[in-house]
């Protein structure tokens, strides 16, 4: 099975500093021959280290605006996180009407079938019958993570689809299901949501053909709304569906008593840790959220994510009083549910045999007692325990770690004076055994 | 001899600890490819009991054991023991103290829910040496 990534590296700007191997929550980064290198069974596409690179050596790929023209038709499915990224005199209105500026024949907001999520989501609350808690799935990479690194946390996700791929679904099926040549483009905080086009989770295939980063975007888009002649009344999500794009959004949304947000790659981490241990009691629903703020916090957005969740809030709060109502037809057809199971991922496993994974486990343990645990760095892995692994596994070597080395050193000098100064019996003075 | 075993410290003192044994086990099991489902009553059963030798024991010491079949957990503590395991292995019994229980922690001695997660539960306890528990879980 080939992983198709969008979280790439970019060797000329790579340092070879270690910054971004200790963030990365799946211990997928390790720096070797000066390089940051990804391992890519691991990788969930985060983009934590795009944001703590300081070289800006780790970028996503995204697609273009030139893509537009492979289509006879396009529309924008932004997210609402776009909104964020412009000051408050910019309307959503006056951003969607730019949007088809640049190109795009029609828009529709990725708010907009977040609403249909959250009516969705509320039916299945209601009626909920079992008692673990529903995980969000409308962040690809907590849903990652968790293939990778909680599988046993992988039945508890909601089975709807995201926002992003139902808004994708109604474009093709109920809007425009004459047109032929028909391309509908995302356009993303995050590079996991790119790779979720390519490489889709809970569906075998996406209706997304494109996916183009805010950054990519954000440029023409601020000039182009700028100089609207007209700006057209497209907004049609409610002050729910446009607070998706931060923290709590999502949740809050549900109107359900016992629901909880998490947010930040790290957060999640660890109140899946308490979830698995069966700490985490009297809640329904956990939305999780691997950016900081939610997806204001994104990778690839070009606003701070405090100032960009602040102006949703304030965005949002204007289409309280204003609900133009979503365009899916009562009669729909779209399908909301995903339609494939989503498999544990074997990143860490260490051998597919059981004995052996043992045996190689034991050592393990035996090496990682004899490194120094100071998770330094310096040999390129992000702990001293993932170098240990890496040792057992073959991908590198003991002397990799610099105390080893060390050691290693002074004991061979020690040997060497100790040899230098050795006299052959003929000529040295030595005390006789008595 | 085991296939693999571990020892460990169990430290009261320090709160952010709290269930780092149980982390870290849960880690080793999922390296080694066992099925996700005994990974889960695993991490329920052990994180209940190393919460208890903390909290009820005042800390102690533990160990993991993988065979070919079995995991087996163990946490010993020189605690206060238990006076009556019988009593103790009811729902809802619990000798933590109030501030304990204000932190979410002690509302019962989980002794119930380890037994439910487990294959194998035994406990060994003397009032005033402390209690020894031995978790089974088949594989
Ligand atoms: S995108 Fe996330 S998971 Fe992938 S290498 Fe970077 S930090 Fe690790």
Redesign the interface.
Known sequence: MSNIHSVILDKDKCMGCTNCISHCPTEAIRVRHGKASIIDERCIDCGECIRVCPHHAKRAQSDTLDMLKNFDFTVAVPAPTLYGQFKDHFSIDQILTALKELGFDDVFEAAEAADIVTSELKKKLKNKKEKVPWISSSCPAVVRLIQI?F??L?DQIVRIESPMEIAARIIKNDIYPEKKNIGVFFISPCPAKITAVKKPIGSKASSVDGVIAINEIFLPLHAAAGNLEKVEELGRASYWGVSWARSEGESHSTEWPETVAVDGIENVLKFF??L????IKHVDFIEAMACPGGCVGGALTVENPYISKARIIRKAGKLIEEDRGGRLKPDSHAVLGMDTDIQ?K?G?????D??K???K??KI?EIANELPGLDCGSCGAPTCRALA?DIVVGTAKKNDCIFVLRDEINHLTENLAELGSWMPPLFSEREEKE | MA??S?KFDIDSNDPMAY?QA??NF???L????IP??I??RT??AM??AEINTIIHGGGGSGSVV?EDDHILIIFEDQGPGIPDIELAMQEGYSTASSEIREMGFGAGLGLP?IKKNSNGLDIESEPGKGTKVTIRIDL
């Not at chain 2, 999922?30 to 490819?33: A, M, P, R």
């Open positions: 690194r599988p046993a992988l840790e308490e698995e241990n069966g700490k544990p074997q860490l496993k260490l051998d597919v059981f004995k994974a043992l045996e486990m034991a343990e692994e | 296939l693999f571990k269930g149980s982390s849960k880690k080793t999922k390296q080694l490819g996700s489902p990974i889960k991490a329920i994180y209940e993988i829910n």
